[in-house]
């Protein structure tokens, strides 16, 4: 895929790890699928060691999956470049370098977030270089990340914006501030003026706090932005998506079967372990909601201990 074919705005469901796996994925493109898909993010270093299989399950994608693009993490450039090379191999439409999570942990091992900082950015370079000369321009190759570390810091995307990168997603806060502040879409508008002088082919992705279709294409064309990426807005609406979202008037009855559709294809998708089923759980919270009942019936479903039960569970409410 060429982003350049997308539409103005396009819109992506951002990368949530334990949340959007093929299965959520595929519930979201049964709603009101957006124009890009982004897995989870999968860590390269894990990937290419002893413990392969279970990050392996994060990449698993349908071969009908047409617009899924994998994001990555890690440090060690080797690791990125073997991972690139079997991406494409496996029919992903893009990579995307996780350059902003704000993990405490991960950042302290030098990952993530931690490449904003000046010393680290050498590394950044390397990792992006190592992706795009894996990759051989079969795919685009992009870059996630945030405003600034404390404070905003646009040489930071000055420095990426030197990579020839297809696309550049900024999430606008800076990992200082996690999630504790709104998000300032005014705050991309410098980026977007570098883009124009830098690399005027790279796609502007924003993200932060969109919580309908609408909202984003507003924003979008008031900061002149080529993209909206949506997280946490589908959690308060399946169809988030959609032109015209039939979320608010959508009945107990059907709340309940797209619940019953997300644990049946669970069951259907993931082996008992490979997947961790607590987490299932709590998408309840996306679905059972807003009629009354609701919270009990929340309380009872977080009680069952297999995707079967849940299942038997959720035939006694239909
Ligand atoms: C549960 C959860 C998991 C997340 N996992 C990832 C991830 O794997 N990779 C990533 O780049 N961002 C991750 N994020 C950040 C989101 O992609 C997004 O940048 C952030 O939630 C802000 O967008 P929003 O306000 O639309 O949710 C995660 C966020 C949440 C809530």
Not at 91 to 104: L, Y
Not at 222 to 237: E, L, Q, S, Y
Request: glycine letters at 6%; proline letters at 4%; one cysteine or more.
């Amino acid at each position: 895929m060429d982003y350049k074919s997308l539409p103005k705005p396009f819109y992506i469901l951002a990368p949530m790890d334990d949340v959007t796996d093929v299965v959520f994925r595929r519930i979201v493109t049964e709603c009101a699928e957006p124009d890009l898909f982004f897995t989870e993010f999968v860590n390269v270093d894990g990937l290419q060691s002893a413990g392969r299989d279970r990050v392996l399950n994060k990449l698993r994608k349908l071969a009908s999956e047409r617009s899924t693009v994998a994001q990555v993490w890690g440090k060690n450039p080797e690791n990125y470049y073997k991972t690139a090379k079997e991406l494409v191999q496996m029919g992903f439409v893009g990579i995307d370098i996780n350059m902003g999570c704000p993990e405490k942990s991960i950042v302290g091992n030098g990952c993530c977030s931690a490449f904003i900082l000046p010393e680290n950015r050498s590394l950044a370079s390397q990792v992006i270089e190592a992706v795009q000369s894996a990759v051989e321009g079969k795919i685009p190759v992009s870059v996630k990340t945030r405003l600034g570390f404390n404070e905003v810091d646009y040489s930071w995307h000055e420095h990426l914006l030197k990579h020839n990168l297809n696309m550049l997603t900024v999430h606008a806060r800076t990992r200082k501030e996690m999630s504790k502040v709104p998000a300032d879409w005014s705050k991309l508008e410098p980026i977007v003026k570098l883009r124009n002088q830098l690399s005027p082919s790279t796609l502007i992705v924003g993200n932060g706090d969109v919580t309908s279709r609408k909202q984003g294409f507003e924003l979008a064309s008031k900061h002149n932005i080529d993209g909206v990426m949506i997280g946490r807005g589908i959690f308060t609406d399946p169809f988030v998506f959609a032109k015209d979202s039939p979320w608010q008037d959508y009945s107990k009855e059907q709340k309940i079967e797209l619940l019953k559709r997300h644990v049946e294809l669970f069951d259907k998708t993931w082996m008992p372990g490979e997947r961790n089923f607590d987490m299932l759980k709590k998408f309840a919270k996306v679905y059972i909601n807003g009629f009354d009942g609701a919270s009990d019936m929340r309380v009872h479903i977080m009680e069952c201990k297999s995707a079967q039960e849940l299942l038997e569970h959720i035939k006694t409410l239909q």
